[in-house]
């Protein structure tokens, strides 16, 4: 009897010469400047100041150099890629970098850039992208967002904002292939002439700087503030004062009375001073290119916490509703969350330096066209120290399968698809979480079966 595997192998990088990101080096995945983010049928891998893109056309073929891009990053503040995502919405795909500077940076697969913006001053922890399906909220709004994350700071981008400037970019572009009077323009006009994308900035440092977040959903508003036309959010911070915060965002950027008079007062004092020191000096400095500054934080609201030292948080996984979320810390603990409750409903001891990802295994083999109700919903947890990944059954199921894996090896799962939404409750085959493993010394890239 042939013996079963559980692993689909997919292609290889190892055809490709990668020398520049330490490849051939033993654990050069496991450097903490190495960042890897994969979609279909493609893998982008960046390192602090560039990122390689690599495809391969079908299953168990060698892949190819797609294109290099190096940002334009600031030599002065010795600004370096940390953070890097997929975004796809239907026949578009970008990747999105974050930089140490707090700056977003959108490149096109043909390495052009397409936005930049700065979202705050500060090294980007996370791009977190992820979508709340229709049938589960009540809510006709766009429920697909992009959350960055900043140590002490959380933004949100809204998934339909991204897409529209996407899709005037890609609308010119075509426009100045087929108008060449108007591809004079230079490269540092364009770079000077981005629409700035709208977004909700939130300060969570209550409980101490953050090390990695994410916005869970809607939640209701607070009792005395029922009839409030703002939408709230909860979000889930993880740190190394306190391992798990939660707090509740508001759309409403209103502040104290003091803090409104100082954003007017002090402003103005300024400028006067300003204006003052040039009419006695009469100094003729050339102009200079204004500093672009962060919009001022919405009101976040503290919920709850948990102080245990020395248990610091590490890394944290959301489930696709954002109703769980994994959590690894310093003990080698992976705590399960729920979001909702604010409550630890599972505990995992023995799993130093894990990493988990959300993945759906197939309960019903029974009809030939899957959907959601199909199949349920688990947590694989890689444990390198063990050389094993485990696939758990959620909330309180078993273990369902352990398989062996080779160390120097990694995790990976497609990013979320813009649009998936619309199309979930009518399409009659769902496509559902998938987990990847990435093997640095031999190369392989393999999907779960």
């Known amino acids: 009897m042939a013996r079963r595997t559980h692993l689909t192998n997919l292609g290889s990088i190892a055809t490709v010469d990668l020398s520049e990101l330490g490849v051939g080096q033993e654990g050069w995945l496991d450097n903490p400047n190495i960042l890897c983010a994969i979609d279909t049928n493609s893998l982008a891998i960046a390192s602090r100041y560039f990122l390689l893109v690599l495809e391969w056309p079908h299953a168990s073929a060698s892949a190819s150099f797609r294109v290099k891009i190096r940002p334009n990053l600031s030599p002065i503040e010795a600004e370096y890629i940390s953070a890097l995502e997929w975004l796809v919405f239907d026949e578009i795909r970008v990747i999105a970098i974050g930089t140490s500077c707090g700056y977003l940076l959108i490149y096109s697969l043909g390495g052009d850039l397409i936005h930049r913006q700065l979202v705050y001053p500060g090294r980007i922890l996370r791009l977190r992208v992820r979508g709340t399906k229709r049938e589960i909220i009540e809510d006709t709004s766009s429920s697909e967002e992009v959350c960055v994350v900043i140590p002490g700071i959380i933004a949100r981008f809204d998934g339909s904002d991204i897409q529209r400037v996407l899709q005037r970019w890609y609308q010119e572009t075509q426009n100045r292939f087929w108008n060449q009077s108007s591809t004079g323009r230079g490269s540092q006009e364009s770079e000077n002439s981005f629409a700035l994308i709208r977004y909700q900035l939130w300060n969570v440092s209550k409980y101490g700087s953050c090390v990695d977040a994410a916005v869970t959903g809607v939640m209701p508003p607070p009792l005395l503030e029922l009839q409030s036309s703002d939408r709230y959010y909860c979000a889930v911070t993880i740190g190394v004062d306190a391992a798990i915060s939660a ?46 500054k ?23 996984t959301l489930s696709p509703s954002g109703t769980l979320a994994a959590i690894t810390d310093s003990l080698g ?41 199909d199949y349920c919903l688990c947590l694989a947890i890689h444990a390198p120290r063990k050389g094993i990944v485990e696939i758990w059954q959620m909330r309180t199921g078993p273990r369902i399968l352990t398989i062996p894996c080779p160390k120097g090896s990694k995790i990976l799962q497609p990013t979320y698809r813009f649009g998936s939404t619309l199309s979930a409750s009518s399409s009659t085959c769902y496509e559902p979480l998938q987990v990847f493993f990435l093997n640095g010394d031999s190369g392989q890239l393999s999907r779960l079966n």
């Not at 919405?298 to 890394?315: I, S, V, W």
């Open 333 to 373: 603990r992976i705590m399960l969350l729920d979001t909702r409750a604010l409550v630890v409903v599972r505990l995992w001891k023995g799993y130093r330096d894990a990493s988990c990802l959300f993945v759906e295994r197939l309960v019903n083999k029974d009809s030939r066209e899957h959907v959601k109700n």
């Open 247 to 292: 707090f509740r965002l508001s759309e409403d950027r209103s502040r104290s009375f003091v803090g409104a008079i100082l954003s007017k007062v002090v402003p103005a004092t300024f400028s006067t001073i300003a204006s003052f020191s040039k009419l006695v000096w009469r100094t003729q400095q050339p102009t200079k290119k204004p500093e672009p």
């Open 294 to 316: 962060p919009q001022p934080f919405a009101r976040a609201l503290p919920l709850t916490c948990l102080k245990d030292h020395p248990r610091k948080g590490e890394k944290l």
